[in-house]
């Protein structure tokens, strides 16, 4: 099993769509995760940060942690084309080293 | 955040050659860290660059393969030797703030 599974995609929604992108992982000391968005021919940027369970907001994104459950989720609200990229999670347990997900390939159409 | 430039972004190179690519930051860091990403695949740690020591490389990846260079506290190169087409994947650049992981660009890199 690896340490973090993300389901690669593609998904495909239509403009204004809410969008939910989740990773699951095995590891209890992961502490930090993050989202990063990757668009064709570049190189990851950093979107959303988190250090503890629950939700956070930042404009249309929301951020949701269950370290219960070793869940994490990215929600996109009223998703753009612009919005079509690469998601990836990411997560560390402080080692400056995050461990990845393979990045789930989101489409957004007109 | 971290301002990040490498290159070239992106090469075609012949099987048995070398290619190096550069990583520049924009201000001073402990770590830069090279990292490979395969199509469809997670980004793979290939080693962690400190300055004034050797690179500490992951399993699977070796110096003689991947040599990396690091003079100073804001570049590092990135060798890939005697290339095959496996090697075919792009390379990414990588330094930490806190917890935070920020990348350049990538080297897109296509072996024939």
């Known amino acids: 099993q690896k340490e973090v599974e993300q389901d690669p995609g593609p998904l495909s929604v239509p403009e204004g769509a809410i969008v939910s992108l989740n990773c699951t992982y095995s590891?209890?000391?992961?502490?930090?995760f993050m989202w990063y968005r990757q668009y064709s021919r570049k190189g990851p940027e950093l979107l959303m940060y988190?250090?503890?369970?629950g939700n956070k907001e930042d404009g249309r994104f929301t951020a949701q942690v269950d370290k219960s459950s070793k869940y994490i989720s990215l929600f996109i609200r009223d998703s753009q084309p612009s919005d079509s990229a690469t998601y990836l999670c990411?997560?560390?347990?402080?080692?400056?080293?995050?461990?990845f997900g393979r990045g789930t390939s989101l489409i957004v159409h007109p | 955040s971290a301002v990040i430039s490498q290159k070239p972004s992106r090469d075609i190179c012949q099987r048995g050659t070398s290619l190096t690519i550069q990583c520049q930051v924009d201000?001073?860091?402990?770590?830069m860290f090279w990292y490979r990403q395969q199509p469809g695949q997670s980004l793979t740690l290939i080693a962690t660059?400190?300055?004034?020591?050797?690179?500490?490389?992951e399993s699977g990846f070796v110096i003689d393969k991947f040599p990396i260079s690091r003079p100073n506290l804001t570049f590092s190169t990135l060798t890939v030797s005697n290339m095959s087409p496996e090697d075919s994947s792009i390379y990414l650049c990588?330094?930490?703030?806190?917890?935070?992981?920020?990348f350049g660009q990538g080297t897109r890199l296509t072996v024939v």
């Open positions: 990588s330094v930490s703030r806190g917890d935070e992981a920020f």
């Open positions: 590891n209890s000391a992961f502490q930090y």
């Open positions: 988190t250090y503890s369970s």
């Open positions: 990411a997560m560390s347990g402080g080692s400056y080293i995050p461990t």
């Open positions: 201000s001073q860091v402990t770590m």
């Open positions: 660059a400190n300055q004034g020591s050797e690179a500490t490389y």
